[in-house]
């Protein structure tokens, strides 16, 4: 009787690990969610659009420093992390850089002698 006991015990276990298996790989199967992305400020995310624009006009005229360039991918980089005060920051330098050097075309050609 001991042993049919230990037999039927045996396989009740046997059972509901399987059954505790079968959950787990539905749960492990199913599609993982990323984590939320922390949210920009609508400040941020206006400054980041318009240092975009700044930085697109400023190259398609070929005045585009590095500096609004690297100032741009630390602004893009910062809002792939949700930092609001560092986008606000590097987005707002790469404006700043962009409208330089576009300013800089209105420069005069410096001439050497006559």
Known sequence: MSKVLLALTSAALLGLSGCAGV???????????????PALSAEAQAA???AQAAVKDAKAKNA???TAENALKAAEAAAEKGD????????KLA??????????LNYPMLKIGD
């Open 23 to 37: 959950g787990e790989t539905k749960t492990s199967s199913a599609p993982a969610a990323e984590p939320a992305k």
């Open 48 to 50: 980041l659009a318009a």
């Open 64 to 66: 585009l420093w590095t």
């Open 84 to 91: 609001s005060a560092t986008v606000l920051k590097q987005a």
């Open 95 to 104: 404006s700043d850089q962009a409208q330089k050097g576009l300013a800089q």
